[in-house]
Every structure is written in C-alpha cells, then in structure tokens.
C-alpha cells in the first residue's frame, strides 16, 4: 500500500512567524518521512485581503525558502506555488456552485476578517475556504497539518466532501475525505503583546510576533517589551494567566524538552531570570533555519527549479481530480 497524502499550505509573507512555524511547518517537518506531501504557498488566498503586487512573487520565493529553511525535504515532499497549477481556480469555482452560502457566511475568519475592512470586503474574502478546499481535494489528500485557527476550514472541507460525493458521486467516493491533523502543543501561538490573542501577521505591531527571520537583536527587544504579569513562579495552564502560559509553551517547543522538565525548571522562576533564557533559547533554535534561509536565497536557480519541478508534479495529480471532479458533474471531455 502507498503511503498516505498530506496537504497544507501557508499564505506568502516575507517573514512567517513563531504561530506559522509552531502550528504548522515544525510539524510537517516532523513527520514528512511517513507520508507523500505537498507543501504549497497559497498565494491565490494572499489577494483575498488588500495586497502589495510589487511584493507578491518575492514574498512568495521567500516563504518557498523558509519551507526549505524549515527543513522540508524533497526526498518525501513536493513544494510548489498555488497560483502555478491552475487546477486549483478551477476547483474551486466548481465547488463554489455545490456550496451553500450561509456555509461561508459562518465562518468566524470570514467575520472577524471582514469586520476589520470594514465595506471593502471583497468576494473573495468570503470564498477563502472554497478555494482552501480545492487546495486540499485536489491532492485527495488523507491528513492536513494546521493550526488550531483552520479547524472549521477543515470542517466545512468535509462538508463539500460529503455533499460532493453524495450528489454527484453515484455510490462511489469521488473526493477523498480528509483529516485534520492538529497537535496540541503549538496550536495556538498567542501575541507577545496580549496573551489572548493569536500571534498573526495581520497584528499591526511588530511587538506582538516573532519572526522566523528575526535578528537576535529584534528577539531580544520584543522578548524584553513582552506582556508579562506580576506573580512569582511560573506555571502553565493557569487561565488567569493567559501570557505566562504562551511564553512557557514558547520556551518549552523552541528548547524541545518536554512540558514537565519546564514546568519544574521554572516554577520558582521570576520573569527576570526567564526572558533571558527563553530569548537565548529562540535565538539559537532560529539561527540554523536563518543560516539554511541565507544559502537558499543566495541559489535562486536553484529555487526556481525546486518551484518548476513542484509544479509539475502537483500538476499530474491536480487535473487528474479534477478531470474526475468534472466527469461526475456531467462535462464531456473529447
Ligand atoms: P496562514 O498563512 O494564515 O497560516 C499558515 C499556518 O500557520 C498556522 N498558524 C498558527 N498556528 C498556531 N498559532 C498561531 N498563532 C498561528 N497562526 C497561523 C495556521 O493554522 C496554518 O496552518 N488558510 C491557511 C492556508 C491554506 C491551507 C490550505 C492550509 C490555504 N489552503 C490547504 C491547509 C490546507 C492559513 O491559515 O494560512
């Protein structure tokens, strides 16, 4: 039996942060050997909010590096750009007309989203998770590895799946029904600025995120200005303290030890005597990412042929669903 697929993607922006990293790439990384992947950057999702065009195609090179940076293997992935295979614009209007309206209207990214453009919403805002179910059903993808932020995109995936199949599917399973894969640590990368907030790249201070990318100096500094309380020891799971929690999470994955080695090391800890390691601990485990990101983007040839062979290989399987996909609605295809 071939190995199971897994599909995920990230939105290019030249700098992912700690909550991209943690909830999502770390894992890939983790367990690319077990399975056939793909890796894409989803720049079709990236102008579904206003966007710089001089900035696409670099920011979009960028994350394709930070892929690489992170550690994603060719020998066991495939990494491509979403915009390169057209398949997924495709599929995505398809299941744009099987997909009930009020289905998109729930979806809490749309509403919080919207809310913040205020009456510039675009369509394609609303269509978001569309075109990310096009992504995922087009590789008939068995696991998606994302955060805890995706879940009800994964949800309303299965949806489509289930409504596809049962009324264009004539008893067999024309798109495979995909599972998330969420892990609990990580998940849910809060704001170094309010520790009830999701670490985002929308948040308009630099304080609140670390990038992948940061210089010690900017770790230091946004370590230094980070949210903190005014208890002695530190303690995890408390939810009066949402900020102690994030920042002991933090250092717990970027150090890889386990939760009860931090839970001891720091309990009679005061925030003093803990910033500094955990800034000395983020600065180490990002620098080899940062050294690998360097060399990748010093070989441009080199991650463009990555890009054109990704493309072709995520191309073979993609017009292959699809085919499948327009067969069942009734296209003729000479
Ligand atoms: P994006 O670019 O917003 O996020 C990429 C990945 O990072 C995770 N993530 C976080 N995890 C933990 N804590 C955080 N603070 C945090 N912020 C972001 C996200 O959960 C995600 O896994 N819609 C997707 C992109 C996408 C996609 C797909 C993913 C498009 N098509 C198909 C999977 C499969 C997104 O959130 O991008």
Redesign the pocket.
Known sequence: MGRQRI?????PTGNL?L??Y???IRNWVEIQDQFDNYF?V?DL?AITVPHKSEMLAQDTYKTAASYLACGIDLQYSTIFVQSHVSAHSELAWLLNCITPLNWLTDMIQFKEKALKQGENVGVGLLD?PV??AA??LLYQADK?P?????KQ?LELTRDIVDRFNHQFGKGSKVLKLPDPLIRKE?????SLTDGTK???KSDPSELSRINILDSPEEITKKIKRCKTDPVKGLVFDDPERPECNNLLTLYMLLSGKTKEEVATECADMGWGQFKPLLTETAINALKPIQDKYQDVMNEKGYLESVLREGRQKASEIANQTLKQVKAALGYSMP
Do not use: P, T, W
Not at 146 to 150: I, K, N, W
């Open positions: 599909f995920s993607g990230v939105q942060h909550g991209n943690l909830g999502a894409c989803v999702h978001y075109l990310m992504d995922i998606v994302v955060g805890e932020d995706q995109h990580g998940a849910r990368v809060m999701k670490m985002s």
